[in-house]
C-alpha cells in the first residue's frame, strides 16, 4: 500500500500533492502509532516522503537560512514547495495544541522537526533539540531547554535568544549565556530531575568525541516518573547509561549507531526512531544523508511494533495513563 501511495504522491501535480498532504495530516493527526497501524501509516507518510523528496537540500537551506533575514523568501518558498508548506502548518498546529493541552496527569509528547521535541507534563513543560520555522513562540510555554549539540538542525538560536530574555534555562554545550556543561552531571528544574551523559558524535572520529550532551530526565510525579533518554546524534551504545528504567528512548536513526542493539542496551518501554527526513541533507547519491521513512522502519523491523515507532512532524504521542 506504501508503494502505491507514494508513486502517486510522486507523480502528482502540485494541487493534488496539496491535497494529498492533507488528508495525510488528517489522517496522522488522529491515527498516532497504537503498536497496530504501521503499515497504514507508512501508506500516508509515503506521500509525505514524496513530497519531501521534490525538495533538494539547497532549497531548504535557504528557506532555514530566510526566516529570520527575508521572510518573504521564506513565505514563497512555502508557497512554491508543498512540503514546506506542510511542515510549517503542522508546527504551528502543534504549538497552538501545546498551548491549550493541559495535562491532568501523565505526560504528553510533541514530535516538531529532527530530533526535536516537547514534554508537557502538569507541572512542567521543556524542549530538547527544538528547530524549525517559529519555534520561538514556544518560549512563554516552556520552563527550560534542553540541546544536545550545537549543530544547526538541533539548535535554533531565535528560541535560545527568547528563552535567555526571559530567564529560563537553556542547557548546552556551547551557547553563550547558557547553562553550559561538558561534563556528566545532575539538574534539578522543579520536580523535573536531569542526569546528563557525555557521548560521542562519531566514535571513530578523534574530534568527534566527548562532544554530545545525552539526557536521561525523569518527568517527576505528576508524570508517574516517566523517564526519557534523548542521545542526540551519539553513536557510541556504550556511553549511553540510563541509571532508571527508560519509558522513552529517542535515538539517531543512522550515525553508524546499531538500532537495534542500542534499543536491547537501553531496555526502553519505547523508542521514537529520529532524525529521519531531515531536510537539509540530500536525497541523492553520493551523500544521501536524508534518511526516509521506509529506511527508519526497515532499521526496526525486527523490533515489536509497540516497542518501537517513527513519528510524523508535528504529531502528538500520549504516554500510557495520561489523561487531561
Given at each position: 500500500?506504501?508503494?502505491?501511495?507514494?508513486?502517486?504522491?510522486?507523480?502528482a501535480t502540485d494541487a493534488d500533492l496539496r491535497a494529498q498532504l492533507g488528508m495525510a495530516k488528517s489522517w496522522l493527526a488522529q491515527n498516532p502509532p497504537d503498536g497496530t497501524n504501521a503499515p497504514a501509516r507508512r501508506a500516508r507518510m509515503a506521500v509525505l516522503q514524496a513530497a519531501g523528496d521534490r525538495l533538494s537540500d539547497l532549497d531548504y537551506r535557504d528557506y532555514a537560512r530566510s526566516w529570520?533575514?527575508?521572510?518573504?523568501?521564506?513565505d514563497l518558498l512555502e508557497a512554491r514547495h508543498p512540503v514546506?508548506?506542510?511542515l510549517r502548518g503542522v508546527t504551528d498546529s502543534a504549538i497552538d495544541e501545546i498551548r491549550r493541552t493541559q495535562v491532568r496527569e501523565g505526560l504528553a509528547v510533541w514530535f516538531i522537526y529532527n530530533m526535536g521535541y516537547v514534554?508537557?507534563?502538569?507541572?512542567?513543560?521543556?524542549?530538547?533539540d527544538l528547530d524549525g520555522r517559529g519555534v520561538e513562540r514556544l518560549a512563554p510555554d516552556l520552563d527550560f531547554l534542553l540541546n544536545t549539540h550545537e549543530h544547526g538542525v538541533h539548535a535554533h538560536e531565535p528560541l535560545f535568544r527568547e528563552m535567555l530574555a526571559r530567564n529560563k534555562p537553556v542547557v548546552a554545550r556551547w551557547y553563550p549565556g547558557s547553562l553550559?556543561?561538558?561534563?556528566?552531571?545532575?539538574?534539578?528544574f522543579g520536580e523535573v530531575r536531569i542526569r546528563v551523559d557525555i557521548g560521542d558524535h562519531h566514535r571513530e572520529q578523534p574530534r568527534q568525541r566527548e562532544n554530545m550532551l545525552m539526557f536521561e530526565v525523569d518527568c517527576g510525579p505528576s508524570a508517574n516518573h516517566a523517564v526519557i533518554y534523548h542521545s542526540g546524534d551519539g553513536n557510541n551504545m556504550e556511553k549511553m547509561h540510563p541509571v532508571q528504567p527508560?519509558?522513552?528512548?529517542?535515538?539517531h536513526t543512522s550515525v553508524g549507531l546499531p538500532v537495534p542493539e542500542a534499543i536491547r542496551h537501553v531496555k526502553p518501554k519505547i523508542t521514537f526512531v529520529s532524525h529521519v527526513m531531515e531536510l537539509?541533507?540530500?536525497?541523492?547519491?553520493?551523500?544521501?544523508?536524508?534518511?526516509?521513512?521506509?529506511?527508519?522502519?526497515?532499521?526496526i523491523r525486527d523490533i515489536p511494533e509497540r516497542e518501537a515507532t517513527v513519528l510524523t512532524w508535528g504529531e502528538r504521542w500520549l504516554a500510557p495513563g495520561t489523561t487531561f
Open positions: 500500500m506504501a508503494a502505491v501511495a507514494l508513486g502517486a504522491a510522486a507523480d529570520e533575514t527575508n521572510k518573504p523568501l521564506a514546506l508548506g506542510y514534554f508537557k507534563t502538569p507541572r512542567a513543560c521543556f524542549g530538547i553550559l556543561v561538558s561534563q556528566s552531571t545532575n539538574l534539578v527508560v519509558d522513552i528512548f529517542i535515538l537539509g541533507h540530500s536525497p541523492l547519491p553520493p551523500h544521501a544523508w536524508r534518511w526516509s521513512y521506509d529506511y527508519a522502519f526497515g532499521v
